[in-house]
């Protein structure tokens, strides 16, 4: 009889501090990092990418469940991020004013064309997923928005007749902002980011056709708590 009361005695004991080591209180992915491949889409004729263009992000996410089972939650954060694109529009300078291009005529052969944007982003995210405080691998499903500024802007034109080296362009849109979606199960997640207006400002044209060029990007995604 004594035994049994001792034994149930040390079984709610060991209960007690399970539920104590336990975080009920827990949170998910408060850092990311993302590799992503850029696209152009939403182009003026003629305009087209090459080569490979690429995107690095990196951020803290503040993760906000609100309910009880805490696999719903809000996610506010605040990153940084740096997107090149290789493509055949090419930007010069002519005595302080910027012009557009797609005509290589006076460049000679072109070997490298890409301009490059550094932001600082703020992504809001609804997010699902199947986790509890004790498991570290589980499915997720992060959708929202990012607001992104622009800080710092570059060009780089490389070609047999000249190189054009510009920075800080006031062309490009200062205020951009586009859906997201991370989808996956532990490490590995797909990433997409689809732009909702344009990199460039409006007034912004190449032979009387606005340049209404938005950033598409898919990638990985790595969260880490």
């Not at 052969?109 to 932001?119: A, D, E, G, I, S």
């Not at 609804?126 to 499915?139: A, G, H, I, M, V």
């Not at 362009?169 to 951009?176: G, K, S, T």
Request: glycine share 6%; with cysteine; charged share 15%.
């Amino acid at each position: 009889m004594l035994f049994s009361a001792w034994s149930m005695f040390s079984l709610a004991q060991v209960q007690d501090n399970l539920s104590e080591t336990i975080d009920n209180k827990y949170r998910e992915d408060q850092f990311y990092a993302s590799i992503t491949y850029n696209l152009l889409v939403n182009n003026p004729e003629r305009v087209s990418q090459s080569d490979f263009s690429t995107g690095f992000h990196f951020g803290f996410i503040r993760d906000m469940p609100f309910n009880q089972k805490r696999n719903w939650a809000i996610g506010l954060g605040l990153g940084v991020s740096s997107n090149s694109y290789n493509q055949d529009l090419y930007i010069t300078q002519d005595s302080g004013t910027i012009s557009f291009s797609t005509d290589a005529t006076n460049l000679g052969n072109v070997t490298k064309n890409k301009f490059t944007t550094y932001l600082i982003d703020v992504p809001v995210e609804l997010r699902w997923r199947t986790s509890n405080p004790e498991k570290f691998k589980f499915w997720r499903i992060y959708s929202g928005f990012k607001f992104s500024y622009l800080v710092y802007n570059s060009t780089k034109l490389r070609s047999s007749l000249q190189d054009v080296k510009l920075s800080n362009l006031d062309v490009f849109n200062r205020l951009q902002c586009g859906l997201t979606l991370s989808a996956g199960y532990g490490t590995w997640n797909f990433n997409l980011y689809y732009g909702l207006n344009s990199i460039f400002y409006e007034s912004t044209q190449i032979d009387g056709q606005t340049i209404d060029s938005r950033a598409v990007k898919v990638g990985i995604m790595f969260y880490i708590l």
